[in-house]
């Protein structure tokens, strides 16, 4: 028998407690049951999201949360800014490209980010941009944009900033009133703990504006009809009801925890990983600020990244992932994001020794191992 671990940058690990939780049966979604898990569930969202704005819970991946972002706040022709240095960042260009509007492509080769000085310029130069597209942790390339600076930029203009949290919320610190992020879409997958399937959408005040004028069509994620509805403590259609429940336990362990520990959870498991594949001479594949949720390690000389998530899968049953697109082949990913603590950091960094050992490389063990180890010996 081979344990099976999920090491991926999405979907993670669920806890027990949220796995038990989604095994009972299943209640209905207009009863006083249901009202008792979502009156619970709105208030923990609003602490996760750090806002007072209602969040809203749409069943979809988090890809489905990023279309509703786009139609309810935008019209055909509209121009949009798409801040770009990844996979996810492409994304976002397809949708808007997908719906007709107007692109503004602020693109970064791949591992690097985008200065926030750019967009401030693009901004000034094309005053009739209607929303700023961003990724805050691009999962692809395992960097971490500077939401905060881009908020900064944005708040003066008429445009809305858009961030796709996908994998930060819950795992970085991304204080959506407070830096004035118009828009905060994330997926269930990640830094929730949970299986994939519910999406969100928190608007602020000015984003809410941008939906009374926005005209790209739009039935099932009408996220103004939606509000009229969690307002109320209501459903407009049939949640994810299994989820749902999943997620005021999730919501129950991360308040436990305390929002800046889980923060700092995951900048530990990520300074540790990091540590750990540098100590055994691998290269991070992000030029800019890494991501606290990943991390993107290019292979050795001559080696194809897909040998290393097969071998971590056909001789351990752990699985990785490794490049999207044109990165395939070219880097491999760790995710310790979610349910992920120290001991997950110390097996994923053993098995990268043992399947470079595999692969006939030099390795020294316990090299990536002490390292990680050293960091969390450090008091913090
Ligand atoms: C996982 C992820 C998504 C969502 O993808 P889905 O497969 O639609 O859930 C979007 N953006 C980022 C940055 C992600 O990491």
Redesign the pocket.
């Known amino acids: 028998m081979k344990k099976y671990q999920l090491m991926a ?2 979907p993670t690990p669920v806890p027990s407690e949220v796995l038990l939780a989604m095994a009972g049966p299943i209640i209905h979604h207009r009863t006083p049951q249901y009202d008792a898990v979502f009156v619970e569930v709105r208030a923990g969202l609003k602490r996760l999201f750090q806002t007072s704005a209602e969040v809203v819970p749409l069943a979809c ?4 949360a ?1 279309e509703a972002a786009v139609v309810n706040t935008l019209s055909a022709g509209d121009k949009v800014a798409v801040v770009r240095a990844g996979k ?1 960042g492409d ?1 976002w260009l397809d949708l808007a490209r997908a719906y007709g509007l107007q692109v503004v492509d602020l693109s970064a080769p791949f591992g690097h980010t985008v200065e926030a000085a750019r967009l401030a310029e693009a901004l000034k130069a094309q005053p009739d941009v209607k929303a700023v597209l961003a ?1 805050h ?3 692809s390339t395992g960097v971490l944009h500077d939401v905060r600076a881009y908020a900064a930029v944005t708040r003066q203009h008429d445009a809305i900033l858009i961030v ?1 949290a ?2 930060s919320l819950g795992i970085a610190d991304l204080p959506m009133d407070a830096w004035n992020v118009d828009l905060v879409v994330s ?1 269930s ?2 830094g929730l703990m949970l299986p ?1 399937g519910v999406g969100f959408c928190a608007l602020s005040e000015k984003a809410w504006r941008k939906t009374r004028s926005a005209t790209l069509p739009k039935f099932y994620f009408n996220l103004a009809d939606e509000l009229k509805y969690v307002a109320k403590n209501e459903v407009r259609f049939t949640p994810a009801v299994s989820l749902m429940v999943g997620l005021r336990e999730a919501l129950r362990l991360l308040e436990a925890e305390g929002l800046p520990n889980v923060f700092k959870r995951h900048d530990r498991l990520a300074r540790a990983t990091r540590a750990g594949v540098e100590a055994l001479g691998l290269e991070l594949f992000a030029k800019a600020t890494p991501s606290p949720a990943l991390t993107a390690v290019v292979p050795p000389r001559g080696v194809d990244s897909e040998k290393i998530v097969a071998a971590y899968s056909q001789s351990h049953n752990i699985t990785i992932a490794g490049g999207q697109g044109e990165m395939k082949g070219k880097l491999f990913r760790l995710g310790h994001m979610g349910y992920a603590a120290e001991f997950d950091v110390i097996a994923g960094l053993a098995g990268l020794e043992q399947v470079l050992a595999d692969l006939g490389q030099p390795v020294d063990f316990g090299a990536s191992v002490g390292a990680a180890q050293k960091i969390f010996a450090e008091k913090s």
């Open positions: 940058p999405g991946s988090g890809t489905g990023m996810f994304r990724q942790s691009e999962t796709d996908v994998s997926g997958q990640k994939p």
